[in-house]
């Protein structure tokens, strides 16, 4: 006879779940405003973008109270103090590279890696959610494509001028993906979602990415690598 893998039945009312879901929620919402912030500031440094950035600042906006109503379907309260510590590393880097007009810096966190980490967070916990959670991601997952393919293109335009920008910021960055994941690994297992799957989905967005804006396999693969040995 055949074994067959049985997923367990998660329990969305248990008390373990819900102090894992307070943390995992806050990151979501937090991940959003900070998304929402970061392309309102990128009009500073890319004027003739307004329209379209101001467009993906109020997606994300839509995104977040679509996370913030997840937690209360759930008499959740999200922990956002820790979330707000959760992206700090992150968030400090943009307003660093914002501060010094560094353009090429900024898109890469906002458009490639938080994008990235997001797609892959999300398209690993749609199977898993309650189904009033899953109905909302699934409508987020298919927006951040978007946001994603904005940042391939324009660093794609202009790849020849910026690669070597990307290489240095992607050494600064990606190790600080690696440590958050690392962080969140406890608690997204309780909400059904395996670190080794969140870093390859993660590993593979970030890799098509880097891809379609020009680099090679080779370059993605030594880039991929920064930081990874932490997890």
Same mark, same amino acid.
């Given at each position: 006879?055949?074994?067959?893998?049985?997923?367990?039945?998660?329990?969305?009312?248990?008390?373990?779940?819900? /102090?894992?879901?307070? #943390?995992?929620?806050? @990151?979501?919402?937090?991940?959003?405003?900070?998304?929402?912030?970061?392309?309102? $500031?990128?009009?500073?440094?890319?004027? /003739?973008?307004?329209?379209?950035?101001?467009?993906?600042?109020?997606?994300?906006?839509? $995104?977040?109270?679509?996370?913030?109503?997840?937690?209360?379907?759930?008499?959740? &309260?999200? /922990?956002?103090?820790?979330?707000?510590?959760? =992206?700090?590393?992150?968030?400090?880097?943009?307003? /660093?590279?914002?501060?010094?007009?560094?353009?090429?810096?900024?898109?890469?966190?906002?458009?490639? !890696? !938080?994008?990235? =980490?997001?797609?892959?967070?999300?398209? !690993?916990?749609?199977?898993?959610?309650?189904?009033?959670?899953?109905? @909302? &991601?699934?409508?987020?997952?298919?927006?951040?494509? &978007? $946001?994603?393919?904005?940042?391939?293109? *324009?660093?794609?335009? $202009?790849?020849?001028?910026?690669?070597?920008?990307?290489?240095?910021?992607?050494?600064?960055? +990606?190790?600080? !993906? *690696?440590?958050?994941?690392?962080?969140?690994?406890?608690?997204?297992?309780? +909400?059904?979602?395996?670190?080794?799957?969140?870093?390859?989905? =993660?590993?593979?967005?970030?890799?098509?990415?880097?891809?379609? @804006?020009? =680099?090679? &396999?080779?370059? @993605?693969? #030594?880039?991929?690598?920064?930081?990874? #040995?932490?997890?």
């Amino acid at each position: 006879m055949q074994d067959v893998a049985v997923t367990p039945t998660l329990d969305y009312t248990s008390e373990t779940y819900k /102090d894992a879901y307070s #943390r995992i929620n806050a @990151i979501v919402i937090e991940g959003e405003q900070e998304a929402k912030d970061n392309y309102l $500031h990128l009009i500073q440094l890319l004027p /003739d973008s307004k329209d379209e950035l101001t467009s993906l600042s109020k997606m994300e906006a839509r $995104h977040k109270k679509g996370f913030q109503a997840c937690g209360k379907n759930l008499s959740v &309260t999200p /922990d956002m103090e820790f979330a707000q510590e959760f =992206f700090a590393e992150l968030h400090q880097n943009f307003q /660093d590279a914002l501060a010094e007009e560094k353009v090429v810096t900024c898109l890469l966190i906002q458009s490639l !890696i !938080i994008e990235c =980490f997001a797609i892959s967070a999300y398209n !690993i916990y749609i199977p898993v959610a309650d189904p009033f959670a899953r109905k @909302i &991601t699934e409508g987020v997952v298919k927006d951040e494509y &978007t $946001h994603l393919n904005y940042g391939e293109e *324009w660093l794609k335009a $202009h790849f020849d001028e910026v690669k070597d920008e990307l290489e240095v910021a992607n050494r600064q960055n +990606l190790p600080i !993906i *690696w440590k958050m994941l690392n962080q969140v690994a406890a608690d997204a297992k309780i +909400l059904g979602m395996e670190k080794d799957a969140l870093v390859e989905d =993660f590993m593979i967005a970030y890799g098509e990415a880097l891809s379609n @804006i020009g =680099f090679s &396999t080779r370059d @993605i693969m #030594r880039m991929s690598a920064y930081g990874l #040995r932490e997890v």
